[in-house]
Each structure stands twice: as structure tokens, then as C-alpha cells.
């Protein structure tokens, strides 16, 4: 089965899942800021939209995957948004990494509107995306789920349903965690090479695949041994990210010391001009010559 789906989105990771979804058979309408970082998806046989609300109206599946939830929040609520607009069985996928709060509002309006919501923020960065085997982390109603699981398998591989409205969201949150003190010991491991004279490439053949093994060990310390700060993850965006679980953490009464440490690490490195740099550009905090 295919479906007529309005895409708003194409940055790093909204690219490469346009084309996974176009070359499945999915007839693709699109909308963003700027519509020529859209041109190669136009290219290839997308429609472009004017609007949220002109797109929204020609559709029956509505995915976004946008900057911060201040972007959300102006897609989805309000006048000329995606549920004011939205007719009644559309199916409402966001898969931003967003406030699990704003997915439950999100999720409360879409309902009152007889529209459904999903919350399904992803993990695997640009790599993940052009491979299409994104970790898809789902928040919402098992019925919808499972309708637009067909839809979530053209993008991702490891594809969990969580539990209700906004469960998504905070297991995004988890998994950001994780990346956060993670982060810190691999730029760590990687200067501790260098300072004791070792090869760092040849000490990530060893320890890329014992205990000490991870997702940025193995795809994002080699491109910090090379110098390769290109983006398949904004720093600003994981500093939104982390801000997003520090808040959520304080609201339970959770002490999180290695997510603060890091935070304030990547926020130095923003201070200094490099918002735009992947999150591999940590490594920069430890150089002497930064």
C-alpha cells in the first residue's frame, strides 16, 4: 500500500528519508523554510507545497522532522497548522527530537480533531539516514503504530513502539544521555592515545569492538582522528537536546553529572563558533591548539 505523504523537513536526515520513501512508491509533497535546499527532492518528482496548511490539506500521512520544539509547536498548533487543517484520519508523524510534554499536547489536539499522532524521534544521524536504518523511537497508540509501521520500515530498522504520547520523546531522551558522557570518553581516549605516542586509528581497531565498543566510538572517532567536523549532527541541535533531558531529568529529581559535564562542554564549544559543527567537534575541547 502507498500513500500520498507530506514531508516538512529536509536537512541532514530529512533528505535521505524523502528518498527512501519516494523510491518505495510514496508520492511525496513537501514543504520547508527554504525551498531550495528541497531542489534535488523536487527534482526527482516531489511536490512542493506553499505552506503547512496547503500541504497538510493534500495528504492522508504527515511526517516532520524539524530544528527545535519551538519549530514543532509553530508546525502543528495554531491556525494555519498541521492539525487546524488537518482532515479527520490523517495520521501525524513527528519525528524531531522534541519536549515529550509538547508530544502530548500534540497528541491531546490531534485526538480532539479525530487525527492521529505519533512521536518518533530517531537515532543514527546522516549515516543512518542514507542507509535507511534509523533506531525509530515511537510514542502513541498501538493501532496507529501499526498502520504506519510499513511507512517507519523505508527509513529505520530497530523500530519500537515505547508506550503513550511523549514516550518517544523521552527515550530519545535516554539515548541522548548516553551519547553525552559518551562523547566526553571517546574524545578522551583518543587524546590519551595521542599523548602516550600510539597510532589512535590502530588503538580504534582494538577497542572499537570489546567492552569499551559503541555507536560514536566506531562512526564518530574516526572522524575526529581525521579532523572531519562536517555535520551528520549539529552540535546546536545536541545541545538542544541535552537542555531538553537536563530539564525533564531536574523534574523527576534526578542527578544527571555526566549529561551537565557535557552540556557545558558543547555550550563552550558553541560560545567559540562551532554551533554548526557535527557533535564529533568535542574533540576540539581537548586540543591544545582550539
Known amino acids: 500500500m502507498t500513500n500520498t505523504i507530506g514531508f516538512i523537513g529536509t536537512g541532514v536526515m530529512g533528505k535521505s528519508m524523502v528518498k527512501h520513501l519516494m523510491n518505495a512508491g510514496h508520492k511525496i509533497h513537501l514543504f520547508t523554510r527554504t525551498k531550495s535546499k528541497a531542489q534535488e527532492l523536487l527534482d526527482l518528482g516531489a ?28 508546525i502543528y498548533l495554531g491556525e494555519n497548522g498541521i492539525i487546524s487543517n488537518a482532515q479527520p484520519g490523517t495520521f501525524l508523524i513527528d519525528m524531531t527530537t522534541s519536549d515529550p510534554v509538547l508530544a502530548e499536547t500534540i497528541f491531546k489536539a490531534a485526538e480532539e480533531k479525530g487525527v492521529h499522532s505519533l512521536d518518533a524521534p530517531v537515532s543514527g544521524g546522516d549515516v543512518g539516514a542514507k542507509n535507511g536504518k534509523l533506531t525509530i523511537m515511537v510514542g502513541g497508540q498501538q493501532k496507529a503504530f501499526e498502520s504506519m509501521r510499513p511507512i517507519l520500515e523505508k527509513m529505520g530498522e ?3 513502539l515505547q ?26 581516549a583518543i587524546m590519551y592515545a595521542k599523548k602516550a605516542g600510539l597510532d589512535p586509528v590502530r588503538v580504534l581497531k582494538s577497542i572499537s569492538t570489546g567492552a569499551a565498543g559503541s555507536w560514536s566510538l566506531s562512526n564518530l572517532a574516526p572522524r575526529m582522528i581525521k ?15 541535552m537542555k531538553i533531558a537536563l530539564a525533564n531529568a531536574q523534574q523527576m529529581g534526578l542527578q544527571t553529572p555526566g549529561l551537565t559535564l557535557s552540556l557545558e562542554l558543547y555550550e563552550e564549544l558553541a560560545e567559540k563558533g562551532l554551533e554548526d559543527r557535527g557533535t564529533q567537534a568535542l574533540i576540539n575541547w581537548f586540543e591544545d591548539d582550539l
Open 227 to 241: 579532523g572531519d567536523s562536517d555535520p551528520g549532527f549539529y552540535m546546536k541541535h545536541f545541545i538542544k537536546d
Open 47 to 74: 511536490i512542493w507545497e506553499e505552506s503547512v496548511a496547503s500541504l497538510t490539506k493534500n495528504v492522508d500521512v504527515i511526517i516532520s522532522i524539524v530544528g527545535y520544539p519551538h519549530d514543532v509547536k509553530a
Open 163 to 188: 508506550g503513550p504520547a511523549g514516550a518517544g520523546q523521552h527515550t530519545k531522551m535516554a539515548n541522548q544521555i548516553t551519547i553525552a558522557s559518551n562523547m566526553i570518553g571517546v574524545s578522551e
Open 158 to 160: 530497530n523500530i519500537v
